[in-house]
């Protein structure tokens, strides 16, 4: 464990608590409720003892626009299966509208990526396309309830698609344009839509990606599909034969009109693979998604109509439908498209200068790159504007925490987040009130009752558990798409805690009331922030001809570089040479995504197995990741036991080289 009594990396002013969110909303549950609080913890204990009260203090602090109120702040404390805000009536969409009514010239959304120059769209403009674009889908006969999907890049056009369907109560869905047909298709195909916005290409790494073959299939595939809206990106003039082009829907009524919706009415469908089958369809409501942003983005990450907010993402990740957000609080929000180390890794930092940031954010790989490319960001670019840096997707280590302090000063606040796709929402993160420690994240979120657990489910104090939240959050998945008895939806989470959420996650809670991630309990594929199954890796590898059976682990850990090796069983007669190895990256970057490329691929002769015939994922992922032999598998469940003396064999000679280098 860390030393008991470290120093804080950062502490904040008087000044700055003064001017945070979250002390004027202690101030106002002071004046409101009269109920006082000694610091940051005291208030996250209320907030779980007393949750309909906090929840109910959330809508009334950010004062959530409704046509009808609820009834009920929560039915009861059962997971899966809470309602909340039983009878309320509202639209996520709406509450974007209610911002710089009076000076509508400020930006909106900033945008730029590799294929276009810097975009400012004006709250004005925005407004006026939403309403627009909802109108246009409304004429097509879209209606409440319907799947809208998109296979668009982070750029303000499909945000403003976003919060059209939204205004409508249309459902979104989005897939990034890297993503190969079968991948996309895994996860449209499950949901039949109506409606589909597409782009023409991409461009990456200062490559052109035409994208025109892979929206013909996929128009081909989905056979719900009646309408196609293209948005021409690489190539003013392309076209694709039965698609409407983006501008065209500008053309329509901007008289903005926004569906009143239930609390639960579906908003999204989100995508977060397990380790078998197809990805899980994870539906999220307006109204969770809502007054769980107000709260995170708010509170935790101190946003508002001053701030321009950015978290670099693709659109096939949930940090996209985070930076949305965004907007709810009238932040300006900056979208980029494009390699962020192209031409160097400085690409990101330029733009933050460029757009006045107040926030910036992304995944924690990337700093971890910087940090070793040598970047100094403050010889780059100015960044005077800067007053928080945000990261995610994976653990983010105290080197980095200390690089980042060194060179972005100390008057930076480092929120590092935790939380997940299944959610839509941070469990652990950051805080503008309370001291930061390198490594460790400042604090428990609000109205979050999440704790280590230990295999009984007792709370651990200090101590690494699973990740555990015992109350439910109005974030929390209304559903699985197609799971009708809500089996997959139960499996996924409450199978192990009956009753309690198991994120599969490693947590420590330590003595300051900070947590410390240390990767996934699980075995599906957590590659820089981008959760994928591994059964979606086995399909697109063991089609090749040439491999028998394979197996992948992911030994991402705190401190460690992402690591994911591939094991291949090869058929006789055939040999891994380069030739091999390089058709299997291939065809898993097209397929599914370039960040899914393994690190290494290597031969065995078979794959561990249960008695019953199930890879034995988790037990390769322990050896690998330095755990003895009879602690992870026993021989009298194997089909196969002898084969697990390759993979403790690997863990031994892994350990000795990083021992040495």
Not at 476 to 496: A, Q, V
Not at 556 to 570: A, D, I, K, T
């Amino acid at each position: 464990m860390a030393e008991n009594n470290p120093s804080p990396l950062w502490t904040p002013s008087p000044e700055r608590i003064a001017k945070s969110r979250m002390h004027h909303y202690m101030q106002w549950l002071q004046q409101d409720k009269k109920l006082n609080f000694s610091g940051y913890e005291e208030l996250w204990q209320w907030s779980v003892d007393h949750l309909e009260d906090f929840w109910e203090s959330i809508w009334r602090y950010f004062d959530i626009r409704h046509s009808a109120p609820y009834s009920k702040v929560l039915d009861s404390h059962k997971m899966p299966g809470a309602k909340w805000f039983d009878g309320a009536r509202l639209n996520i969409a709406e509450q974007v509208f209610r911002f710089h009514m009076e000076d509508a010239d400020t930006p909106a959304i900033i945008g730029k990526s590799e294929a276009r120059a810097t975009v400012s769209i004006t709250w004005r403009e925005m407004r006026r396309q939403i309403a627009s674009v909802a109108n246009a889908l409304r004429e097509m006969g879209v209606q409440p309830g319907d799947r809208v999907v998109s296979y668009m890049p982070n750029v303000p056009e499909t945000v403003i698609a976003f919060y059209a369907c939204a205004s409508i109560g249309a459902v979104w869905s989005s897939c990034s344009p890297d993503m190969g047909t079968p991948s996309v298709l895994d996860r449209f195909g499950q949901i039949a839509p109506k409606v589909l916005f597409a782009v023409d290409g991409y461009r990456y790494g200062g490559k052109d990606f035409d994208r025109r073959d892979v929206v013909a299939g996929l128009v081909q595939s989905l056979p719900t599909l009646e309408h196609v809206v293209l948005l021409p990106y690489l190539r003013q003039d392309a076209t694709v034969t039965g698609a409407r082009l983006w501008s065209e829907l500008l053309d329509a009524d901007s008289t903005p009109r926004f569906e009143q919706l239930p609390f639960d009415h579906p908003l999204w469908v989100v995508y977060s693979s397990g380790t078998t089958g197809m990805p899980k369809p994870i539906v999220h409501g307006q109204g969770g998604t809502l007054i769980e942003a107000l709260k995170g983005h708010g509170l935790h990450g101190d946003l508002g109509e001053q701030d321009r907010f950015m978290w670099f993402s693709t659109t096939g990740w949930i940090m996209w439908n985070s930076q949305v957000t965004g907007l709810l609080l009238g932040s300006t929000i900056a979208v980029y498209d494009g390699n962020p180390g192209y031409p160097d890794l400085g690409t990101l930092w330029k733009f933050a200068d460029e757009a006045r940031l107040t926030v910036f954010g992304a995944g924690a790989a990337y700093y971890a790159n910087c940090m070793k490319a040598g970047i100094e960001p403050r010889k780059l670019a100015t960044l005077d504007s800067l007053h928080t840096i945000g990261s995610t997707g994976s653990p983010l280590s105290a080197e980095a925490f200390t690089w980042i302090y060194e060179q972005l000063g100390p008057d930076i606040l480092l929120s590092s987040i935790s939380g997940g796709t299944d959610v839509a929402a941070s469990f652990v993160g950051g805080c503008p009130i309370v001291p930061l420690y390198a490594g460790e994240m400042q604090c428990r979120c609000l109205g979050i009752a999440v704790y280590a657990m230990d295999d009984a489910g007792k709370p651990l104090n200090d101590e690494v558990g699973e990740l555990v939240v015992t109350k439910p959050m109005p974030s929390m998945p209304l559903f699985f798409w197609n799971d009708p008895e809500g089996k997959r939806y139960h499996d996924s989470y409450f199978d192990t805690y009956d009753g309690w959420w198991r994120h599969g996650d490693w947590l420590r809670i330590t003595p300051r009331g900070g947590a410390i991630i240390y990767g996934r309990s699980d075995t599906t594929i957590n590659r820089h922030g981008v959760r994928m199954g591994t059964s979606e890796i086995y399909r697109v590898v063991e089609a090749m001809p040439e491999i028998l059976d394979s197996l992948v682990v992911d030994l991402e850990y705190l401190g460690r570089e992402s690591y994911m090796p591939l094991f291949v069983v090869l058929r006789p007669g055939v040999s891994l040479d380069a030739e091999l190895v390089r058709r299997i990256n291939d065809n898993i970057r097209t397929a599914l995504s370039a960040r899914h490329v393994p690190n290494e691929v290597f031969v065995v002769n078979e794959i561990p197995r249960t008695l019953s015939g199930k890879k034995m994922e988790l037990p390769v992922k322990k050896l690998m990741l330095g755990m003895a032999v009879d602690e992870v598998a026993s021989p009298d469940a194997m089909s196969n036991p002898g084969s697990l003396a390759y993979f403790v064999e690997l863990a031994r000679r892994r350990a000795q080289s990083q021992a040495t280098a």
